[in-house]
């Protein structure tokens, strides 16, 4: 599917869940291997930052009210690569219904990750496709984490063509959608 068929899809989806829900609940899980503790990462000063550049898109995150922490020594890239490693780290703290952000040790590659199944968005939470993964360093920077949501809510890197890396040479206007789209 084209990513144009897919934003008219999403934003079907938004208007008929937003009858019902004002904000997008984001569990917040906290898995690092520093001292730091969580007010380390200014959590709260993160999504008030967050809730502004989403706010033309009526689109408004709201913490739940307990920030868990588990010390683990799995850097992102291990999360990334590997089904074991990332179960082993979710485990028993993945909740449904929101989107899981779990902030955790840096690697070599990659700043975040979310899954993104080629599936109608308002399956992604029955597939178990809400958890974010961002680095410890990652955190600090003005994108990663809006990044990240942007292929949560099913948007596609706009420059190379690799089928696994969720990637297009569609237009982000959708213009060349017939020609190059998916």
């Known amino acids: 599917n084209c990513s ?18 004002d904000t ?20 709260t ?3 008030k930052a967050l809730n502004h550049v989403f ?15 588990r010390t683990s020594n799995y850097t992102i ?14 485990k028993d703290l993945e909740q449904e219904n929101v989107i899981n952000l779990f902030i955790v040790p840096k690697g070599e ?4 990750f979310t899954y993104v199944v080629p ?5 992604y939470f029955n597939l178990k496709c809400n958890t974010i993964f961002i680095n410890e360093e990652a955190w600090f920077n003005q994108s990663t984490l809006q990044h990240e949501l942007g292929h949560f809510f099913g ?22 959608c017939i020609v190059t789209g998916k």
């Open 4 to 21: 144009a068929k897919s934003k008219s899809e999403l934003i079907a989806t938004y208007e008929e869940y937003s009858k019902h829900l």
């Open 24 to 43: 997008l609940v984001i569990n917040v899980n906290v898995v690092i291997t520093t001292e730091n503790q969580s007010k380390h990462y200014q959590i």
């Open 45 to 47: 000063s993160k999504f």
């Open 55 to 69: 706010a033309p898109a009526l689109i408004q995150f709201q913490l739940i009210d307990k920030i868990y922490k």
């Open 77 to 90: 890239d291990e999360i990334e690569s590997s089904d074991r490693i990332r179960n082993k780290v979710v």
């Open 109 to 112: 590659f990659l700043n975040g």
């Open 119 to 123: 599936d109608t968005f308002a399956n």
């Open 155 to 176: 948007l596609q890197h706009t420059f190379g063509s690799y089928p696994n890396e969720n990637s297009t040479k569609e237009l982000p206007d959708g213009s060349n």
